[in-house]
Each structure stands twice: as structure tokens, then as C-alpha cells.
């Protein structure tokens, strides 16, 4: 069975500082994305990563794909109250199926 | 953009219902997918199709069927609804191919169905 671990599982801290979200796996992904859902939405997509070893930015956050391709960080800096929700990994072993972690609840107070 | 949308946003049916929850994309994709989300089990995939008429069982199948007799619409029903399908239901869809870039899935913003 494949699995992805997110860590940790929930989050609360202040505005402007820095955070670090993890996605692990003993399964190797073809790709890896990552999905923001606020409360009472669906996710919605943030990046794919695809190479073993990337790095993507989107503005304040910072992702990486393991050289390995099986785990994954989610690095936000200087935290505002909008980057509040639930971040949820997802791998793509190939096929249809995707796997999705549990997810990291953030909470950021201003 | 890519719109899903999903019939209701919150419903409450009683325990031995049927219940249908329809899913509609505006963007021609061929795969649909029907998850439930579940606080520290993520998301769990229930049924998928690639195509209309076809489907495939997810991880969690039983107790629920789907139809799709469109290529834009996929529906999910509870023959019998039962207290334990209580939950967040996510429908998504995801353009053709098997690239990694084509397993980008677009959600729709749920459906909270509450089994009394």
C-alpha cells in the first residue's frame, strides 16, 4: 500500500514567521503536487514537481521534490493570515490513481 | 479556468436514502473522479471514470455507484445511505493522457452530507 506522511498534522503560528511542511513516502512518485483547500472549498493546485531534487517558488513559498522523488517539503516565509488551510500532498505513481497525504492544517494569526 | 461544480454544497438525508450527488465540468476533460475527505484520512478516491459510460472502482466502492452518461457530468449515489457516509465529498476532473502534467486534478467545492 502506498502512503504519503504530512508533518506535522496541524500548525498555528504567528504572522510573519517561517514554516516548513513535510510529505513523506517509501514509494517512488512520478510527480508530486501540492493542493491548498480552505475551509468549506475544494484544493486547489499550488505546483507539480516532476524531477528528482526540484525547486519551485510561487511567490513566498518553496517547494522541493526529494532527489529520491519519494518525499517532498512545502517551505513558507514570512506567513501571512491568508496562507491559512489545509495543504495536501499528492503523489502520482502512474495510472489514475493519486495518492493524497492527510494533510497539514495551518492556522496564522495576525 | 477549469470550473467544477457540485449540486449542493450541504445536504442531510435520513438513514436509508438515496441520495444523489451530481458532479459538472466545463472543460471537456475525460477523467472525473469522486473522493470523500475524512478528518486525518485524507482523501479517499470512491469511483473514476476516463470516459462516458466507463468506470472504475477507487478504494472505497461499496455502498456507493456512479453514472456517466456524459462527458461532462458524473454522478454518485448512495442507494441506501447509512450514518457512516457522513462525510466531505470531493469531485475533481483532469484533462486526457498519462503525462505527469495530465494528473493535475481541478476540485469542485464540495458536497457536506450530513446521515442522520
Known amino acids: 500500500t502506498q502512503l504519503l506522511e504530512q508533518s506535522p498534522q496541524f500548525l498555528s503560528i504567528q504572522e510573519g514567521e517561517n514554516l516548513t511542511v513535510y510529505c513523506n513516502s517509501s514509494s517512488v512518485f512520478s510527480s508530486l503536487q501540492w493542493y491548498r483547500q480552505e475551509p468549506g472549498e475544494g484544493p486547489v493546485l499550488l505546483v507539480t514537481v516532476v524531477t528528482g531534487g526540484e525547486v519551485k517558488k510561487l511567490k513566498r513559498l518553496t517547494f522541493q521534490f526529494g532527489d529520491a522523488r519519494k518525499d517532498s517539503s512545502l517551505h513558507i516565509t514570512a506567513a501571512q493570515p491568508g496562507d491559512t488551510g489545509l495543504y495536501l500532498c499528492?503523489?502520482?505513481?502512474?495510472?489514475?490513481?493519486?495518492?493524497f497525504g492527510a494533510g497539514t492544517r495551518l492556522f496564522v494569526k495576525a | 479556468d477549469v470550473k467544477v461544480t457540485q449540486s449542493s454544497r450541504y445536504l442531510v438525508k435520513r438513514t436509508g436514502e438515496k441520495v444523489f450527488l451530481e458532479c459538472v465540468q466545463d472543460?471537456?476533460?475525460?477523467?472525473m473522479f469522486w473522493y470523500r475527505q475524512d478528518p486525518g484520512l485524507g482523501l479517499r478516491l470512491i469511483y473514476f471514470?476516463?470516459?462516458?459510460?466507463?468506470?472504475e472502482k477507487g478504494d472505497i466502492p461499496e455502498g456507493y455507484s456512479v453514472s456517466r452518461e456524459k462527458k461532462e457530468r458524473f454522478s454518485l449515489i448512495l442507494e441506501s445511505a447509512s450514518t457512516n457516509q457522513t462525510s466531505m465529498y470531493l469531485c475533481a476532473s483532469s484533462p486526457p493522457g498519462q503525462g505527469w502534467y495530465y494528473n493535475e486534478q481541478f476540485f469542485g467545492p464540495g458536497t457536506r452530507l450530513t446521515v442522520l
Open positions: 472543460m471537456d476533460h475525460e477523467n
Open positions: 471514470s476516463y470516459d462516458v459510460k466507463m468506470k
Open positions: 499528492a503523489g502520482w505513481p502512474g495510472g489514475f490513481k493519486t495518492i
